[in-house]
């Protein structure tokens, strides 16, 4: 079955500290593999994505993720936090064959203190 | 370029209440569909389109109906509304092989 897995339901760091969010999933064929922002009350915001290529993609804000196909896992990173970035984090997956049908992860809450 | 446009923002339905819940795109983007997302549990597809006059069902087709009758709109409705439908419910649009594009949102309450 097609998953996508988020381990981690909060994340905290430091303001200017690098964090990570971490993202694995499961599915057949080639994935499309995206990420996504959402800030209270408000939709989701496309933050960058893999289709092929670089394994290391940048992406808005200052974002970028790495693909491991070897361990299925599509990270996302940035080098120093801000206090702003403090939103939910998704995770989503697009599986072979689906014409657009995404998988999403549960959501990892980010908060970065001052 | 408005994206893509719900209506409304918020609602609340008496159980056994029927409503549509609006979505129109203006980007000319034939994949259209609805999901919801409820704490912990991220989103989840309930309907989607490929093109006018094609629907399918997602994971949690259930309680839901949908049409496409233009390529700009996909209207959702919930045919006899129920507690466990509530939710934040968002309409999403994609041009093949990119990203999606979401609307603001419908936080539905079923009472």
């Keep these: 079955a097609q998953s996508v897995a988020q381990p981690e339901d909060q994340v905290n760091v430091a303001e200017g500290n690098p964090l990570t969010v971490k993202c694995t999933y499961s599915v057949s064929g080639n994935p499309y593999l995206f990420w996504y922002v959402q800030y209270p009350n408000r939709g989701l915001q496309f933050l960058l ?22 361990q ?8 120093s936090a801000l206090v702003s970035d403090s939103a939910l984090y998704f995770c989503a ?22 | 370029n408005a994206g893509v446009t719900q209506t ?15 979505c129109a795109q203006d980007m000319n983007h034939e994949y259209m569909s609805w999901y919801r997302q409820d704490p912990g549990m991220g989103l989840r597809l ?16 259930n309680g839901y109906n949908v049409s496409r009758s233009t390529t700009e709109d996909f209207p959702l409705r919930l045919l006899s509304a129920a507690p466990s439908q509530t939710s934040v419910y968002f309409c999403a649009s994609i ?5 999606a594009f979401f609307g603001q949102g419908t936080r539905l309450t079923v009472v």
Excluded: C
């Excluded at chain 1, 994505?49 to 070897?70: C, M, P, Q, R």
């Excluded at chain 2, 309930?46 to 087709?61: C, K, L, R």
């Design chain 1, 72 to 79: 299925t896992s599509f990270h996302l990173k940035k080098p």
């Design chain 1, 49 to 70: 994505k893999y289709i092929t290529g670089d394994n290391l993609v940048k992406g808005s804000y200052g974002f970028e993720a790495e693909f491991n196909k070897s």
């Design chain 1, 93 to 114: 997956v697009r599986y072979g064959g689906s014409q657009g049908n995404l998988i999403f992860g549960k959501g990892t809450k980010l908060s970065v203190k001052p």
């Design chain 2, 95 to 99: 041009k093949w092989g990119n990203e």
């Design chain 2, 46 to 61: 309930i309907h989607y389109s490929v093109g006018a006059g094609i629907t399918d069902q997602g994971e949690v087709p």
């Design chain 2, 8 to 22: 409304p923002k918020f609602q609340v339905l008496k159980t056994g209440q029927s409503m549509t819940l609006q």
